[in-house]
């Protein structure tokens, strides 16, 4: 069954203790993974594409890795404004279809 | 990038009624998509709308309960029709730029029914 899961479902960090945020997905043809932040009361907010294995993208203090089953976002020395629901989704060929699916997100505080 | 702007920003209904949330986008595209967000669950695409055709919409909803229209090509609305509490949601309208399906969104509109 496609399928996209991130994990953990939740995450608290103290300003300046990175860790890394995890999506997992199991499609075929995989087109395109995307990575996006969201705050409260507001839309999504794109931060990055990913396309192949072995792919990085950085934004400030984000990295974005792809490997052939899963994502990372690691956040280095996070700052309390970074604190957001942070989303991944996968888009992939499903036949003559190409479909997009969402991972349910994972909620990222950061302390001061 | 661009910018979208949505209206209304949230609103509180009576069940049996219906609205119309309206999408703006700052510069043409082609695609257009509608989103529902309900509280701890993940986005779920209701539809997409693209100029000059009909509304495409995913298993589990339909246009009589969520009538779309697209009369040019920076321009949505998404009806919510005899609305039910179960309808509570945050509903947004996204774009797609290019082919490769990156997305844009509004702000989103906050939905409660009572």
């Known amino acids: 069954e496609d399928q996209v899961t991130q994990s953990p479902e939740a995450l608290r960090l103290q300003e300046g203790e990175s860790s890394s945020l995890n999506c997992s997905y199991t499609v075929s043809g995989l087109r395109g993974l995307f990575w996006y932040r969201q705050d409260p009361g507001k839309g999504p907010e794109f931060l990055f594409t990913l396309y192949s294995a072995g792919e990085e993208k950085e934004k400030e203090r984000l990295k974005a890795t792809l490997t052939k089953k899963e994502s990372f976002l690691h956040i280095t020395a996070p700052k309390p404004e970074d604190s957001a629901t942070y989303l991944c989704?996968?888009?992939?060929?499903?036949?003559?279809?190409?479909?997009?699916?969402w991972g349910l997100g994972t909620s990222l505080a950061v302390n001061p | 990038s661009a910018v979208i702007s949505q209206k209304p920003s949230r609103d509180i209904c009576q069940r049996g009624t219906s609205l119309t949330i309206q999408c703006q986008v700052d510069?043409?595209?082609?695609?257009m998509f509608w989103y529902r967000q309900q509280p701890g669950q993940s986005l779920t695409l209701i539809a997409t709308?693209?100029?000059?055709?009909?509304?495409?919409?995913e298993s589990g909803f339909v246009i009589d309960k969520f009538p779309i229209s697209r009369p040019n090509l920076t321009f949505s609305t998404l009806t919510v029709s005899n609305m039910s509490p179960e309808d509570s949601s945050i509903y947004l309208c996204?774009?797609?730029?290019?082919?490769?399906?990156?997305?844009?969104f509004g702000p989103g509109t906050r939905l409660t029914v009572t």
């Open positions: 989704a996968v888009h992939f060929r499903a036949g003559n279809n190409r479909k997009l699916i």
């Open positions: 510069s043409q595209v082609t695609m």
């Open positions: 996204s774009v797609q730029r290019h082919t490769n399906y990156e997305q844009y």
């Open positions: 709308a693209n100029q000059g055709s009909e509304a495409t919409y």
